[in-house]
């Protein structure tokens, strides 16, 4: 496999699909809805949390099997289901109009991986092991949730309004660079 290009994509109001709402497409449904995705799921069943999703507007799911034409317009795609045979379908068909597929635990059949997050408001922290280890992904995410605590996310937000003001200021570029690399350098909560 070639190496992977690491990037965060803004997937808000892009159209996502996923097909499989069991146990294992859950999650990469959530993860869809909190990156602000429009998600609709085909799956003939779906978990409660899917369905709670559906009635809420979350998401939208059609409960039936997957066809061709489902993919029509979709940004991205994930392949969930228990059917070796219908995540193939998906993935050939989305490889066809080169569109980005997931096969869930499937690397060969991945044109994008899900990351483990640890996740401080806009501060991410995504590890990914190009489907090799899962396990090992988890493992260090747990390490780093323990290492960059939920102070992080104000912390963040106070150096974007330091930042922003810095540019509102007639400050040289170099100058402007060092004073918000030197906020970002200090521990949380230490900018004044």
Known sequence: MSNLFPLFVKLASRSCLVVGAGRVGEP???????????VR??????????????RERTISWAARAFTPSDLDGIFLVVAATNSAEINE???????????????VDDPARCDFF???IVRRG??????????????????????LEQQFGPEY?????????CRRQLFTQ???????????????????????
Do not use: M
């Not at 993935?91 to 597929?101: N, V, Y």
């Not at 806009?122 to 390490?143: C, D, E, F, K, N």
């Open 41 to 54: 799921v085909i799956a003939l069943t779906a978990t409660e949390q899917v369905q709670l999703w559906h």
């Open 122 to 143: 806009q501060l991410q922290i995504a590890i990914s092991t190009g489907g090799l280890s899962p396990a090992l992904a988890q493992h260090l995410r747990l390490q």
């Open 170 to 192: 007639d400050i040289a570029p170099e100058e402007r660079r060092k004073l918000v690399h030197l906020a970002a350098s200090r521990n949380p909560g230490s900018i004044s």
């Open 153 to 161: 996310a104000g912390w963040l937000e106070e150096l974007g309004r």
């Open 89 to 103: 379908r998906i993935f050939r068909e989305a490889q066809r109009r080169q569109i980005l597929c997931n096969v």
């Open 28 to 38: 990469k449904i959530a993860g869809l809805v909190v990156s602000g995705a429009r």
């Open 114 to 116: 899900y990351p483990a």
